[in-house]
């Protein structure tokens, strides 16, 4: 049992977090479905998208305007300037409080090391935003890295992840490495478009018009609102047909989407496509150096391509990975699943429920709680010496 991950023990190792869509919870919806599999078991969005894809079943397009409609068009509606609702404000906190750990950290790290990675498969601006309110403030001075370089028009490549920025002294007798944090989007951000044959980084984007016509919604919401019951199994989800002008025109609409799709294809554009694979290399190098460490928080591991990249990697005898789980439920499947893996520690609260901000309270933080909270569960998945 322990209080939280020692930030001691790690601060000067090679430092990536993976973040999911459950940091985000609250601020927009995340992946989860509730519908029945025949075993009982909640379908995943990936699982079902799977299901019907290899049965040609009709309500694969419903699905993904489920998909489309209640987890990318409420990220593509969001404004950054919109923090006067409750939610917004705890998110946007809760990332900042994270990054303040993650700069923390990076300070203590030698002069010209100082350098992390956040991967994550959010679509969303919320680190962003909050590097944005952090710099404001001139409390902290520190470079977060998307991978895009430009001026007024700024262009995403993967080797600008091998770049850093070093301040020295007038006379350049001194040399120390700005605090940096590569943040990494694997599944692609809404803040993306293809430009030729590049990959255009554009944070004043407009909103787009959404994909899917008024006159569906009401037929969607039925759909959606049996995805979400989990007194439901797939033979309720009933759908009415969809024309063919209005199935083609959001297909086309859709395909043009930098979004990584949650079935065994992910990008249609082979420029989006080619990043993607770039990206899982990255974070694959990432994990096979020595000392590496992986923290996750808010990813489920129902991506196939992360979990099989992750459990390659844990060959790796020097990386140290803790996956935070939300529940007792889910660290039991997740301990199950890195079950052989020695190091591997899954981690969650004794009593309660795991969220960003518990995260930051109690697990990731510089000062551990003293207020007489119950501590967490962090136990190894396995022996140590079996597995690996």
Not at 221 to 244: H, I, M, Q, R, Y
Not at 258 to 283: C, S
Not at 296 to 312: C, K, P, Q, V, Y
Not at 357 to 368: D, G, M, Y
Request: hydrophobic letters at 40%; glycine letters at 6%; aromatic letters at 12%.
């Amino acid at each position: 049992m322990t209080d939280a991950i020692k930030l001691g023990d790690i601060y000067d190792k090679n430092l990536n977090f993976l973040v999911g869509s459950g940091a985000s919870a609250g601020l927009f919806p995340t992946l989860a479905l509730r519908v029945r599999n025949d075993a009982g078991d909640a379908h995943t969005l990936e699982s079902l998208a799977t299901w019907f894809e290899e049965r040609k079943d009709p309500r694969f397009d419903w699905l993904f305007m489920h998909y489309y409609a209640t987890c990318i068009r409420p990220a593509q509606a969001y404004h950054p300037s919109a923090t006067d609702s409750v939610d917004a404000k705890v998110v946007i906190a809760n990332y900042e409080t994270f990054l303040g750990t993650v700069l923390h950290m990076l300070q203590r790290r030698k002069p010209l090391d100082k350098r992390c990675n956040i991967f994550t498969t959010n679509y969303d601006a919320c680190f962003a935003q909050a590097a944005d309110r952090i710099l404001a403030r001139a409390s902290d001075d520190f470079v977060v890295n998307d991978g895009a370089r430009g001026f007024r028009r700024r262009y995403l490549q993967a080797r600008n992840f091998n770049t850093y920025l070093c301040q020295t002294g007038v006379f350049e007798r001194t040399q120390t490495s700005v605090p940096q944090v590569n943040l990494v989007h694997l599944h692609g951000s809404i803040y993306w478009r293809k430009e030729g044959a590049g990959i255009l980084v554009d944070y004043q984007a407009s909103v787009l018009d959404s994909l899917i016509p008024a006159e569906q919604m009401a037929a969607l919401n039925a759909f959606s609102a049996t995805l979400l019951d989990e007194t439901a199994g797939v033979a309720d989800l009933v759908a009415p047909a969809l024309p063919d002008p209005v199935r083609d025109a959001f297909w086309e609409a859709y395909r043009k989407l930098p979004i990584v799709n949650p079935t065994k294809w992910k990008f249609h554009e082979t420029v989006f496509d080619e990043h993607y694979y770039q990206m899982l290399r990255l974070l694959s190098y990432e994990l096979e150096k020595p000392n590496a460490v992986l923290i996750t928080f808010g990813f489920s591991f129902a991506d196939e391509h992360i979990l099989n990249l992750l459990t390659r990697s844990l060959a790796n005898p020097s990386l140290q990975v803790f996956v935070c789980c939300y529940s007792a439920n889910e660290h039991a499947r997740l301990s199950g699943l890195f079950k052989v893996y020695s190091n591997v520690r899954c981690i969650t609260l004794d009593n309660g429920k795991l969220d960003f901000q518990a995260f930051n309270e109690q697990i990731f933080t510089i000062s551990p709680p003293t207020d007489g909270r119950q501590p967490v569960n962090a136990e190894a998945v396995a022996v140590p010496g079996e597995g690996g």
